[in-house]
C-alpha cells in the first residue's frame, strides 16, 4: 500500500538489474517487485517491451524476484498481481521475517521495502540472529536488510523519522550500523505520504554497499 510514484521513484534510484536476486521482506501487494520487473524490462528493450532479454533471462529474472509477507491475505493479493504480470511460479512466501529464522541464510544483491511502522503492543519477539537488540519493527528491519544484502548489495527503505532521529539506544545502534554499512543517501517524504494507513512523518533511505 505504497504510493505507485514513490515505489518507482525508489526502484529507480537503486536501478535492479536483470541478473540480480531481488527481496521485498514485508512485500504486501507486490509494488516493489512489480516495479522491479517493470523497470528491468524497460532497460532491456529496443522495439518490443523487454525484447533484448533471452528467454532463459526472462526465466531466471521470474527466479530472482522474491517476497515475504506474514498476512496470507496479501501473500494471495501478491500472487495474483505477479501472476498477472506473466509470472509463471512467483516466489511469495508466507513468512515471519522478525521472528522466523528459517531464511536467514538467503541473501540478496537488491533489497526494496516500506515494512510495517507498527510494533505490536507488548513489542516484537525476535529470534536471536540480529546483531541489534530491540523489539521496534522499524529498527529489526532495516537491521535486517543490512544483514541480508550480498557485500555489493544495494537497498531502498521506507522508514519512520524515528530511525533517524530517536535518541534510544537501539535506535542509535542501528543508526551506526547504516553509517559504515553502505547508507547514502536519506530522503525526506513529506508528512501525509501515505494517508489514510499512516500519517507518520518518513524518509528513504538508501544503501549501496
Sequence with gaps: RTPRHIIDFIVDLVSPQKHET???PACGTAGFLVSSYKHILTTNTEIKFGDRL???ERKELGENIVGY???PTFVKIALVNLHLHQ???PKIFEYDTLSSD???NDYFDLILANPPFMTPKGGI???SKFGVQSK???VLFVDYI???LKPDGRAGIVVPEGIIFNPDSAFKSIRKKLLSDGLIGVISLPAGVFNPYSDNKTSILVIDK
Design 69 to 71: 509477507e506474514l498476512d
Design 54 to 56: 533471452s528467454a532463459a
Design 136 to 138: 521496534k519493527a522499524e
Design 87 to 89: 509470472f509463471s511460479n
Design 146 to 148: 543490512l544483514s541480508h
Design 22 to 24: 531481488i527481496l521485498d
Design 102 to 104: 528459517d531464511r536467514w
Design 125 to 127: 519477539q525476535p529470534h
